[in-house]
Nanobody, 116 residues
Framework: QVQLVESGGGLVQPGGSLRLSCAASGFTFGRYAMRWYRQAPGKERELVAHISSSGSITNYADSVKGRCTISRGNAKNTVYLQMNSLKPEDTAVYYC?????????WGQGTQVTVSS
């Protein structure tokens, strides 16, 4: 069955960096685009970044553009989110998702907390 397992979150000071990972299994990873979303307390889930199946096309929310980089390793069935210059408003649970696969698959998420 389809599984998504996010990791790499933690507590970081403003201006710091984190690299999130999402390990995927149960489907042909290299055929599907992938996305990172986040959800802050009391707020709706927000699309953060998108990457095409080949990795050649990426898109970002305006709120993270220039600070985050989405990438993927198709040989490792893993999608990454490198986050730099983190701000307190980046605090959220981060999830990966398969946007164009029938069904609605989400991992458990990984908590990112940006605080001094």
């Amino acid at each position: 069955q389809v599984q998504l397992v996010e990791s790499g979150g933690g507590l970081v000071q403003p201006g710091g960096s984190l690299r999130l990972s999402c390990a995927a299994s149960g489907f042909t990873f290299g055929r599907y685009a992938m996305r990172w979303y986040r959800q802050a307390p009391g707020k709706e889930r927000e699309l953060v970044a998108h990457i095409s199946s080949s990795g050649s096309i990426t898109n970002y929310a305006d709120s993270v553009k220039g600070r985050c980089t989405i990438s993927r390793g198709n040989a490792k069935n893993t999608v990454y989110l490198q986050m730099n210059s983190l701000k307190p408003e980046d605090t959220a649970v981060y999830y990966c998702n398969i946007p164009f696969m029938p069904g609605d698959y989400w991992g458990q998420g990984t908590q990112v907390t940006v605080s001094s």
